[in-house]
């Protein structure tokens, strides 16, 4: 693909989000003017969630004419009033509502892997944005483990290619997986990812610079990156990509509502088994918005928890639950990371925290001793998490004072290991009630050996890059990062909660569109997949390419769910 100008490059003819916004704002302009549409207007579509997988598939069926209302649990930010240069400040961002964990590998839920408001996870996430692998799609098949996807990387390419360029992504030709390029040249490096590089070079393992989805350039009426090392926070100037600056602009532009601090309590179904609408809490009313379709997009925790919660006498267990497939195989990335000391100043946190990066360890190397592989890549901790980090590696007191205050001496390195799906990896409904008075989640996790051998072994990877670049001290800390998984899709009903269109298999007009349809984690975060997969299940629904499922065949005799 031709790059553009290296320092204004032009906005794709299929979404003007980024000249709809206004030079002087940051937050999305007109919202006075948005589309509003009344609960009892049976609309198109309703989307639960205003995320990755929910906004990009609003602004592509709204540039088609679908009557769409997105509802969001949390608030409408706008960058200048919300967000603060200030990682206590920008705690708001995240899921903190009640969720309870268990298994014997406990994964924290929060900041590293849920998301609050319009935008959703992204609005915090490093900006990263890598392919899956071809491999990916296909790892029952090729190692033995994991599950194959119902569709493969090649249905997914031209979506890729598309969103890489509306985010718009920078970095260097990628070699990995299928290797290809990037519609914006890579960023510059900090004095902390210079080190890592050299680092990685004397030790053998190849490294690139990006992918971001951070403007290397003026996009638009988005600005340049500045460096600021705020990403995890909520990108201020918004040269970071995210669905608030991305998609939304261009879907609210055309008929989009976006009705945020909705909560969604159920999915109601009528006495056939179709989806009606949902029922939702707003200013602490209990209301009903009538759709054609339903979409829940709410990500690996939420949807899964939705479904469960939408309880009725056909689906007693939760809704599209007949074969106990909703809230299994949720999966996280093992994310240890590894930082050293070194002599100069790194000031790691000048950058965005991914800048160079390797998937040399992506695939599956048999010698290795486990399936499937990492990733690697620099990330840049700021100040609170640095201390996190100190204190995750034993260190307190005076200790903890001498390595904050040497903190710009760092360099840390993180992985992105492959953990497999296993079913009782699962969300379920716990004792405990939230504010609207509705179950929540009770997500449990626990690693196979598989797991632990991956991650122990990228460890040492990263240790060998530390030792090559001549480290003067290192710390270590255990980590997860992601979610996907939990309503994942399949061939097979017995196997799986959605077919490979994303369709629930027991219930025609209802669909699932987030990370949680996700069948395998990958060694690469998982945004820009899930917004790929928004995209071409958009180019389906509008080509009236989505046939009936199984269970809607044999009630109608063969004719359209959708119909």
Known sequence: MPRGHPFRDPVPSWNRSALLLDVHRRGIPHLERMARYDDDDEVDMVIVGAGAGGSTLAQRLARRGWRIVILESGPFWDPDRDWVSDEAGSHKLY?????VIGGSDPVELGKNNSGHGVGGSMVHYAGYAPR????????????????????????????YERIERELPVAGQNWPWGDPHSYPQAPHPLSGAAEVAREGARKAGIAMRVGPVAITN????????????????????????????????????????????????????????????????FHDGTERFQRATIVVVAGYSIESPRLLLNSTSARFPNGLANHNDQVGRYVMVQGAPQV???FPQLAHQYKAPPPEVCSEQFYETDPSRGFARGFSIQTVGPLPIA???HVLADGHWGHALREYMRD???????GLLCELLPQPENRVTLADEHDSHGLPVAHFSYSQ????????????????????????????????????????????????????????AWEVPNLFVCDGSVMPTQGSANPALTIMALASRLADRLADKRVGASPAARARSSGEGALA
């Not at 899921?95 to 969720?99: L, N, Q």
């Not at 990916?136 to 569709?151: H, L, M, N, Q, S």
């Not at 903190?407 to 390195?413: K, M």
Request: aromatic share 10%; net charge negative; with cysteine.
């Open 448 to 503: 196979c050996d598989n797991d632990r051998a991956n991650i122990a072994y990228g460890k040492q990877v990263l240790e060998r890059i530390w030792e090559a670049a001549g480290a003067q001290d290192i710390l270590t800390i255990d980590r997860y990062a992601h979610l996907v998984g939990g309503c994942r899709m399949g061939a097979f009903p017995d196997s799986s909660v959605v077919d490979a269109d994303h369709r």
């Open 339 to 341: 930082a050293a000391r």
């Open 132 to 159: 899956f692998h071809p491999s990916d799609f296909e790892t029952r098949t090729r190692d033995g483990v994991g599950a194959d996807w119902p569709i493969g990387y090649a249905e997914l390419r031209p979506h």
């Open 95 to 99: 899921w903190t509502a009640p969720r």
């Open 217 to 280: 350039g003026v996009f638009g009426n988005r600005p340049h990156c500045i460096y600021r090392g705020f990403c995890l926070q909520g990108c201020k100037v918004n040269a970071k990509a995210s669905p608030l600056v991305t998609h939304l602009p261009d879907a609210i532009a055309h008929g989009v509502e976006v009705r945020a601090d909705s909560h969604v309590a159920r999915v109601e179904i009528d006495e056939r088994g179709r989806c009606t609408g949902v029922t939702y």
């Open 386 to 388: 640095w201390a996190e």
């Open 407 to 413: 903190y710009n001496h760092w360099s840390t390195l």
